[in-house]
């Protein structure tokens, strides 16, 4: 089989990435480990940048999204007992976020690939790129017991975090910068109404905590818990038990709770691969990096690399210019530190460290107090989260 630029991995920047090219006129496959229904089982988070959405919208998939999407205009951060407000609308010059799920997003992607014919392999086993460095590299899979061979122009490395792209770059060109964080987060998703019109992250000397929705009767939280508890130590009444605890007295008044619907333990990382293409490889999302969810950040990364790639492909095969394919790894890095840095800054701020000395806890406590008493720092915060520039 050949095409023009086969995609490992049909998670939402591998799909997006399909669906734009193709809308082009640029012929793409996706090659998916797992099944559709596994794919969409996964429960991510729900906080879309404007300029992923216009991504969306510009790969004709934006319309359930812009349906069944809430704009969020700011966020609250309790702490001390008190709610202080950011203002994202405000101190980013009129931008917004939009809660709209992340599962719900790859749904739509699947759905628009369907109704235009898109390829996408699930059950693709044993994918490997072969042959980077030449000008015809090719890529492998096992299908129902037969080895498949793909011949392309590039390979676009989209298989998140544990997939085969990264480390098929030799080991003497891939350099790797990684923080783990001494905890995780526990999730809670429920059919309850949020008990809160706006997310709510939490300080609180117990641990972090997290109150956000995915519509106004699904909630989903999280709590901040050690990396070695394990789910079953958690039954629902100790989840909101320990929720409530977090919470500011009037805010856990109004909680709402019900029976969970999906619970399980994230380990939080920060991560990253340089460089980001290799021959006529190029990753994207999470292949390449990761953040801690802290600032919702996650898929939002992805969106610049998507954006960047697409355009590189577009000039390469719109006007045989390669300038946008050979600048791709600097250009996506540049934003993605950026992305690390307010996502690590985050996580700082609001997590309880259970290592850290007194006089870090002063400085963590004076970063809030700055945060809220000083404009320019309130419009950094809003400026980060509702996404940098592409
Ligand atoms: N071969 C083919 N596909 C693979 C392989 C492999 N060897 N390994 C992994 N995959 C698939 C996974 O099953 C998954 O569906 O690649 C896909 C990668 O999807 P994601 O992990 O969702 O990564 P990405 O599309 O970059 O999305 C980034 O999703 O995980 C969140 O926090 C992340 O918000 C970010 C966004
Ligand atoms: C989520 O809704 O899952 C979510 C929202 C904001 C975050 C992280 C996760 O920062």
Redesign the pocket.
Known sequence: MKVQVCI???????LLLSQLLHLKGIDTIV????SREH?LARI??GVLEHGFAKLMREAECGERMDREGEIHDGFEIAHDGVLDRVDLHKYSGGNSVLVYG?TEITRDLYEARDRIGGKVVHN?ED?TPHDLKSDKPYVTYRANGETVRVDCDYIVG???????SRKSIPSDVLREYEKVYPFGWLGVLSRTKPVNPELIYVKHERGFALCSMRSQVLSRYYVQVPLTDKVEDWSDDAFWAELKRRLPTEVAGRLITGPSIEKSIAPLRSFVAEPMSYGRLFL????AH?VPPTGAR??NS?ASDIYYLYHAMLAHYQKGDDSGLEGYSAKALARIWKAQRFSWWMTMMLHRFPDRIEYEDRLQQTELSYLFSSEAAQRMLAENYVGLPF
Not at 8 to 13: A, K, L, R
């Open positions: 490992i991995g049909g998670g939402p920047s591998g090659l998916e480990k797992y794919v991510r988070a992340q693709a994918v989209a298989d998140g975090f544990h997939g085969v994207a999302g999470d292949a990761i996650g898929l992805a």
